[in-house]
């Protein structure tokens, strides 16, 4: 995960420091996919920019889920 965010993060980024997470998360070595097991439930946190999001029930993994923006709690 560490090579992922550094290669992100010099390549400039997706603008969005959530959307960069999620992408890490959709990478074939992190997110399991396959078979019987999936990674049905994500969330990911970006203290810097206050954001929060989640998904749950995407197929055939989190990653193509139906991202939605939580209300920042803190």
Same mark, same amino acid.
């Given at each position: 995960?560490?090579?992922?965010? /550094? *290669?992100?993060?010099?390549?400039?980024?997706?603008?969005?420091?959530?959307?960069?997470?999620?992408? &890490?998360?959709?990478?074939?070595? &992190? /997110?399991?996919? *396959?078979? /019987? &097991?999936?990674?049905?439930?994500?969330?990911?946190?970006?203290?810097?920019?206050?954001? &929060?999001?989640?998904?749950?029930?995407?197929? =055939?993994?989190?990653?193509?889920?139906?991202?939605?923006?939580? /209300?920042? =709690?803190?």
């Amino acid at each position: 995960m560490e090579t992922l965010v /550094e *290669s992100l993060a010099s390549q400039g980024g997706l603008g969005s420091p959530a959307k960069e997470l999620v992408q &890490i998360l959709a990478d074939d070595g &992190i /997110e399991a996919r *396959s078979g /019987e &097991i999936v990674t049905a439930y994500s969330n990911v946190a970006c203290p810097n920019t206050q954001e &929060i999001w989640y998904t749950f029930g995407g197929y =055939p993994a989190a990653s193509h889920g139906n991202w939605q923006k939580l /209300e920042w =709690p803190w």
